[in-house]
């Protein structure tokens, strides 16, 4: 997948389970442009006085040109037109759930911020998920006698690793480096996938990276410590560590959990709250089966967040599987009641990860709003969708998943259409 270097902004977005697609062109000027469009099965090309634009499409996607219609003028944007496409499914995901056949290897866990090594040489045998967070609730459907497992807390051994929705845990050991806590944490409760242990309000029970001071988790007892799947990456011990861009990471991993309870448990709204049980976010998905493929995106506003760096440079042409969200801020007591609504309803679920990923996160779906077409960018009166794009091989080889990492590391990115919530 290429494109020339021209003046003429081209969107394509490819809805695979539709097999359609939406194709928009050129910022329009004052006066109208005149513009040549030619469209193959495998590119689009559009020619204008001012240059030549081309896009050649992936392999597993086709267009179909005669097929051409719909077309209309839309102030802000340019031209619209639709057309059908022949687009192969999605490639499954590796799903951390799945893993336990992959352990037995010996890895390595590195802070992803600054490549520092957290866990050296870890030989992991047991590779399990944690249950869901009502299965407490349910225990007793299940059996005919008294709770078996009450007041007993999950813990993993020395060579497990528990997996939670956004988090894992795993034991320390004491001949491995560890953050230590200001104070020790008391365990109340049972675990669940996002709310597996009660801790004292007051205890400071924070994993810091001794390098960069990112918080990477949370301290559960003396020995069991939780790390955030935004903060961590896990790479087989004889690799190195794996250089991906931060923003590119987050989205990724936050995409990628999405999909999965998406689909696992047929919840399309979820809260993003920080590990203080602040709400950030409110992320409503559409749907993850979109191909957007774009050049020339205009970012001048957005260049002087350092983070979203690694995006900018992609700018002038770029293809990825994207999971389109809408979403709202709920920062400096923005949405209270629909927060607060959020909140109560059993049917939406929660994320928790550091506050200052929360914030970064915000950060990356604003961005990503505003290098869609404008007419893209809002729906009814929440602000327009964002996209949590993925890039999956064989759009892009920046990242392919390790055997245990691979949730962690199979990129994603999103598509972001903010204010939706009715």
Not at 26 to 43: A, F, W, Y
Not at 86 to 92: H, I, P, V
Not at 183 to 210: G, M, Q
Request: net charge positive; aromatic share 8%.
């Amino acid at each position: 997948m290429g494109a020339a270097a021209a003046g003429t902004r081209v969107f394509l977005e490819v809805r695979r389970r539709l097999q359609s697609a939406l194709l928009i062109l050129g910022e329009p000027k004052e006066g109208g442009v005149s513009m040549d469009i030619s469209i193959t099965p495998s590119s689009l090309q559009v020619k204008t006085p001012e240059g030549c634009t081309e896009l050649q499409l992936p392999a597993e996607v086709r267009l179909v040109p005669s097929s051409c219609g719909g077309l209309r003028y839309v102030p802000g944007d340019g031209l619209h037109l639709r057309l059908q496409v022949r687009a192969e499914s999605n490639a499954k995901l590796v799903s951390m759930f799945n893993q336990s056949s992959q352990a037995q290897e010996c890895c390595t866990f590195y802070c992803q911020s600054c490549g520092e090594v957290i866990i050296r040489d870890r030989e992991l045998i047991r590779v399990l998920p944690l249950p869901s967070e009502n299965w407490g609730a349910l225990v007793e459907e299940w059996c005919c006698h008294p709770d078996p497992f009450a007041n007993k807390p999950l813990h993993p051994q020395e060579n497990d690793c528990f997996i939670g929705d956004s988090f894992f845990l795993v034991n320390l050991r004491s001949d491995l480096w560890q953050p230590r806590p200001e104070l020790a944490p008391v365990e109340t409760c049972c675990p669940s996938s996002e709310n597996h242990l009660k801790l004292k309000p007051k205890a400071n029970t924070k994993v810091i990276c001794k390098r960069c001071k990112v918080m990477l988790g949370e301290t559960m007892s003396s020995e069991t410590t939780k790390f955030y799947m935004t903060e961590i990456i896990i790479q087989p011990s004889e690799r190195n560590f794996p250089i991906i861009p931060r923003s590119q990471f987050v989205q990724s991993i936050i995409a990628q959990c999405l999909v999965e309870l998406s689909t696992a448990r047929s919840t399309f709204r979820f809260t993003v709250q920080g590990h203080d049980g602040k709400v950030y976010i409110l992320l409503w998905i559409l749907n993850s089966d979109s191909l957007v493929i774009e050049s020339l995106r205009s970012s001048k506003s957005i260049k002087k967040f350092s983070l979203l760096e690694d995006i900018l440079k992609a700018d002038s042409g770029s293809a990825w599987n994207a999971v389109k969200v809408l979403y709202q801020p709920c920062i400096k007591s923005r949405n209270e009641k629909l927060s607060s609504a959020w909140e109560s309803d059993i049917s939406i679920h929660s994320l928790t990860l550091p506050s200052a990923t929360c914030l970064e996160l915000l950060l990356i779906l604003s961005r990503n709003n505003a290098t869609l077409p404008p007419s893209l960018r809002y729906m009814n009166s929440f602000q327009a969708y964002s996209r949590f794009c993925f890039f999956s091989h064989p759009l892009c080889q920046l990242c392919r998943p390790s055997k245990l990492g691979s949730k962690w590391l199979s990129p994603w990115r999103i598509t972001v259409t903010q204010p939706l919530f009715l």
